[in-house]
């Protein structure tokens, strides 16, 4: 919003189950029973277990600006887990390995594949699993989204949307997206968990989510965060001490060129 003044050059652009190449004047023509234009076709249907789909793949130069998408939590009454067994990946580029990778529920914020209310400017997700993501994407020659159901039984329906603006040309200075989910079942007492390690080069880290249940009842929660700059080894953040064991989850956000 700071600079929702300056007129910008961009092409919109949408695309979901109805319109999956985002081509202009596809959108909203679908038939259905009540008749034209009136969402005939406003979901995947039945991905199956250890199926991979494609939500979506454009050419570029160009910038995501919003992800809508919304998912029943369960299949049965002891499949439930749907929000942790749906892994999204997102590649920019000619990328074979992906800069975004973390369950569906994750990375909306929303750990242990439950939902829960979300307000956020980057993330919101609203009753009955609105999820919404307000990152920008940028990719330069194409970007490509992926699902993978590995759920136990098939997904019946899967609604989605991807709004992105085409350009011209991106800055120089334009930096990519990349999210990364880890977990540790168990954490190890008085020895660190590692939120994010081995990354390089220059970009923005915006922020970490975490999800975590204890061992034992009564504990307050508290925890250490520690920043390292790698070439220096000096730790410039320090909060409160880690106290107990934990079990926890969780991702981690970076911008980097």
């Not at 919109?12 to 969402?39: D, M, V």
């Not at 990375?107 to 979300?118: D, K, S, T, Y």
């Not at 919101?124 to 330069?140: A, L």
Request: net charge neutral; proline share 5%; aromatic share 10%.
């Amino acid at each position: 919003m700071s600079d929702i003044f300056r007129l910008r050059n961009g092409r919109s652009r949408a695309i979901n189950a109805e319109n999956p190449t985002g081509e202009k004047g596809k959108g909203g023509i679908a038939a259905s029973h009540l008749g034209p234009s009136r969402k005939g076709s406003p979901c995947l249907k039945n991905i199956m277990p250890n199926e991979t789909v494609v939500l979506a793949e454009m050419d570029g130069p160009g910038i995501i600006q919003h992800i809508w998408i919304t998912v029943n939590n369960k299949t049965s009454d002891a499949d439930c887990y749907v929000l942790r067994d749906l892994v999204l990946r997102m590649y920019w580029d000619d990328e074979e390995v992906p800069s975004v990778e973390s369950p569906l529920g994750d990375f909306f914020c929303c750990g242990f594949a439950r939902e829960c209310l979300v307000t956020s400017m980057p993330i919101s997700v609203i009753p009955n699993r609105g999820f919404n993501s307000y990152f920008q994407m940028p990719f330069r020659k194409k970007a490509r989204i992926t699902l993978e159901n590995q759920h136990d039984n098939p997904i019946p329906d899967f609604f989605y949307q991807v709004d992105y603006c085409l350009y011209d040309e991106l800055p120089e200075d334009t930096a990519y997206f990349h999210a990364q989910w880890r977990r540790q079942r168990i954490t190890e007492l008085a020895k660190d968990y590692v939120i994010l390690d081995n990354v390089k080069g220059k970009g923005h880290y915006i922020g970490t989510y975490l999800a975590l249940t204890t061992l034992e009842r009564y504990w307050w929660g508290e925890k250490a965060k520690l920043n390292f700059i790698l070439t220096e080894m000096k730790n410039i953040l320090q909060y409160v001490a880690r106290e107990q064991r934990t079990i926890l989850a969780g991702h981690g956000v970076l911008l980097t060129r």
